[in-house]
């Protein structure tokens, strides 16, 4: 148990419409990064959030949009859903930017399952 | 566009025996470079990080960087069937994102 909780676990959606993702990160950490790993691939980085702001970016469109509140509990949110989108996505937080990416030390939560139909 | 290459498996062993799992990067800046194994169902757990050129060992896993020829490898020794999983290689990108390759799945038969 990494301390990270993700909700929903599992959820089916047709295309076009929208979905919101929530993250609660571990006690004591202030960064959150959002990861989609699509069936048989490794996790793709969407963005992170540090101190209720972006603080990176992978390659998603702008339709893939985040927020993170005082707490430093995060949402994802995708509008106008695709069939490719369908995919595990993953929340991680961690004690701050640099930690996951000198350390590693992203503590990944158990996900949440979108299915896009 | 940086990338991490895997061969996605699947490797099978038999118990007792080292599994081999290799990865080949394409940004020679990156400087951190990290091990996750993922069970079926599961999300990602950090079981090996190495930064220099060389061997490190943890238990039963060693890690061996080799930055020249931009190649990472982890070697898991006397195989269990616990280990049965799908490996991650993972090498940080300038800033705050980790590039996961996609995996290579590790089959320990009893």
């Known amino acids: 148990e990494t301390g990270v909780t993700q909700s929903p676990t599992h959820l089916i959606k047709t295309r076009g419409q929208q979905v919101t993702l929530r993250c609660s990160s571990q006690s004591g950490h202030n960064t959150v990064s959002w990861y989609q790993q699509a069936l048989g691939q490794g996790p793709q980085f969407i963005f992170q959030?540090?101190?209720?702001?972006?603080?990176g970016r992978g390659n998603f469109p702008p339709r893939f949009s985040g927020l993170q509140f005082p707490n430093y509990s995060s949402e994802l949110n995708v509008n106008a859903l695709e069939l490719d989108d369908s995919a595990l996505y993953l929340c991680?937080?961690?004690?701050?930017?640099?930690?996951?990416?000198?350390?590693?030390?992203?503590?990944f939560g158990e996900g949440s399952r979108l299915t896009v139909l | 566009q940086k990338e991490v290459e895997q061969n996605s498996g699947p490797l099978s062993v038999p118990e007792g025996a080292i599994a081999s799992l290799n990865c080949t990067y394409s940004?020679?800046?990156?400087?951190?470079f990290f091990w996750y194994r993922q069970y079926s169902g599961k999300s990602p757990e950090l079981i090996m990080s190495?930064?220099?050129?060389g061997d490190k060992e943890d238990g039963r896993f060693t890690a061996q960087l080799n930055k020249a020829s931009q190649y990472v490898s982890l070697l898991i020794r006397d195989s269990q069937p616990s280990d049965s999983a799908t490996y991650l290689c993972a090498v940080n990108q300038a800033g705050t994102a980790l590039i996961f390759g996609k995996g290579t799945t590790l089959s320990v038969s009893s």
């Open positions: 991680a937080s961690s004690l701050d930017p640099l930690a996951a990416t000198i350390t590693g030390e992203l503590f």
């Open positions: 190495i930064y220099s050129n």
């Open positions: 959030y540090y101190r209720e702001e972006e603080n």
């Open positions: 940004d020679r800046v990156s400087q951190s």
